[in-house]
């Protein structure tokens, strides 16, 4: 059985995490930066000065817990990207630091892995398997083939999903983040009212586009006098617009998928905005897959997902050097 310490900067969430081979989470500490709430959004330097302030105790906090010390962990991993870099220098020097110290092996770990490969800690999912990978920072469509391997058959050519809510939440002033809010407040909505652009449907490829749809909402909320059931009736045609585009761009991708003679048996929802039930409820109504996705917790960033990607490359002896450098842009194909 294998034991790992891994860490979580990217972006606004301070979060460590001991995990095992046994799929064992011994202790997961986390630290939620809600400053950023009052800005809008994540000012990048408050949010690296806030993992240096808090990152160490919550790593003593995470050994005292669990009840081992460092001499028996087997690895130590770190978020090394994509994300903000000032986060991601935190994380993984600390990391670095803790494994020179101990003399144990580093792992770098890519975000977007992470968020990929957490569904294995919760389910028998087997390669290969198709990945909607819908967050604040990222929007695409990929197969797992396998750990460290990839095939990225599409990805937004503009906003990330999430980047979207958020915008569209603002417009309606909304608190950050959009996302929870436009669902909630879409449950009494109706979702037929509005029609927004539906961008790049029924055209060929899984590629996103989303700056279309922040348009159209914010040329109709200047032209409204805006009550209340107006911003219920927005979410709710903004949320329809989205499951459109989303279902439309998976079903094209289980196509590309058997054009290169990959088959898939399974879907994946996974990101900050796989929270979303209404999107999920849409895929699951009308794709014939197994459709998977981690429960809320896992959805959003966390040091779990971070612990489990390291444990599934410490099986395959991917081990980094501790010359590593954070890459705060790192696809997954070139992992």
């Known amino acids: 059985m294998k034991t790992i310490l891994a860490v979580e900067t990217s972006c606004d969430e301070t979060a460590v995490v001991i995990i095992n081979s046994a799929k064992q989470v011994l202790t997961h500490e986390i630290f939620s930066q809600t400053e950023h709430k009052e800005r809008g959004g994540i000012i990048p330097e408050i949010a690296s000065r806030a993992h240096m302030e808090h990152l160490s105790n919550l790593i003593k906090s995470a050994i005292n817990k669990s ?12 978020t090394s990207g994509p994300g ?26 890519n975000h977007l892995e992470a968020h990929a490969l957490v569904i294995r800690l919760l389910y028998e999912v087997e390669f290969p398997f198709l990945v909607l990978l819908i967050s604040g920072g990222h929007c695409q ?10 095939i990225k058959l599409g990805e937004t ?29 879409a449950k009494k909505g109706d ?63 289980i196509i590309m998928a058997a054009s290169l003679n990959i088959k898939i048996k399974d879907l994946v ?5 796989a929270a979303n039930n209404f999107l999920k409820g849409k ?8 459709i998977f996705s981690p429960p809320s917790n896992l959805c959003t960033d966390n040091a779990i997902m971070v ?21 705060p842009k790192w696809e997954l194909e070139n992992y």
């Open 141 to 150: 469509l990929l197969i797992a083939q396998d750990v460290g391997k990839y």
């Open 84 to 109: 903000l870099i000032g986060g991601l220098i935190v994380g993984t020097m600390m990391t670095k630091a803790i494994a020179h110290v101990t003399q144990k092996p580093f792992i770098a770990v």
């Open 269 to 273: 929802i996974t990101g900050g905005v």
């Open 191 to 253: 979702g037929t009212r509005f029609k927004f652009p539906r961008a790049m449907i029924k055209r060929s490829g899984c590629n996103f586009s989303f700056s279309g749809i922040k348009t159209s909402v914010k040329n109709l909320v200047q032209k409204l006098k805006m009550d209340e059931q107006d911003v219920h009736d927005i979410c709710a045609s903004f949320q329809e617009c989205i499951s459109d585009i989303l279902l439309d761009r998976v079903k094209n991708a």
């Open 157 to 185: 050519l503009d906003d990330s999903l999430g980047e979207a809510f958020d915008k569209v939440a603002k417009m309606l002033n909304l608190n950050y983040p959009g996302g929870p809010l436009i669902e909630k407040l």
């Open 307 to 327: 612990g489990w990607a390291g444990i599934e490359r410490l099986k395959r002896n991917y081990i980094d050097p501790l010359n590593f450098a954070p890459r």
């Open 67 to 78: 009840n081992i010390n460092f001499c028996d962990l087997d690895a130590v991993a770190a």
């Open 283 to 290: 895929l699951k109504k009308y794709i014939n897959l197994n």
